[in-house]
């Protein structure tokens, strides 16, 4: 799997955009990007994913750059419930085993 | 609907003594199963996981043990605890290609 890199922690004000940044230089030609957040003191929850196309859901979009190198998962309006550490995963699709980094320390500020 | 469930939500165990944690899956057949842990302050790290009955993969060397006597039961286990096994402990699962589907938790205290 695709080493990825993330910001140790970002702060973003309630009701604006959260563009949370990841590399992933080395990524290969079928790995996937996953995003997962992580609420305090619950268990990972999976947000979006994609390949090389951007996607959009009802939680969030996520872009790819062309070059697949990094991407950007955007929080169009952050509430306070979106206050929690945000994984980028570059994994093969159907992989059976998922391994986090450190992720992204998001606080959301009133 | 698929969901998982995972207990107790909280314990609190004396070193020595054994752990038993449970995880069950309902809504779906034949799933990837993980254990996953994390320490106060620390990421989360792959300990066990399966892709069918019996089926059992250590990724790290511990004092914990796994096992999957039912396609959709997932158990944890240890002889006896040590301090250094407290930690949040999560259950997972996934099927063919979609995305992991983690269980609330257990956090558990060795005292």
């Known amino acids: 799997d695709a080493k990825t890199t993330q910001p140790t922690s970002m702060d973003c004000a309630e009701g604006r955009a959260a563009n949370l940044p990841c590399n992933h230089s080395?990524?290969?030609?079928?790995?996937?990007v996953y995003w997962y957040r992580q609420i305090h003191s619950q268990g990972p929850q999976y947000i979006i994913h994609g390949l090389k196309n951007n996607e959009t859901n009802e939680m969030a979009s996520l872009i790819i750059t062309e070059d697949r190198k990094s991407s950007t998962l955007i929080l169009p309006h952050a509430t306070l419930r979106d206050t929690a550490v945000y994984y980028c995963i570059a994994i093969i699709q159907g992989a059976q085993k998922l391994v986090f980094g450190q992720g992204t320390r998001l606080t959301i500020n009133p | 609907s698929q969901t998982i469930h995972q207990w107790p939500a909280t314990l609190v165990q004396p070193v020595g003594s054994p752990l038993s944690l449970e995880c069950t899956v309902e809504g779906t057949s034949n799933p990837n199963l993980y254990w996953y842990r994390q320490a106060a302050g620390r990421g989360l790290q792959l300990l066990f996981y399966?892709?069918?009955?019996?089926?059992i993969s250590s990724e790290v060397p511990q004092n914990l043990s796994a096992s999957r006597p039912q396609d959709r039961q997932f158990i944890l286990s240890s002889k006896k605890l040590l301090l250094s096994d407290s930690g949040f402990y999560l259950c997972a699962w996934s099927v063919q290609d979609r995305e992991h589907t983690f269980g609330s938790g257990t956090r558990l205290t060795v005292v």
């Open positions: 080395t990524i290969s030609g079928n790995e996937y």
């Open positions: 399966s892709v069918g009955i019996g089926q």
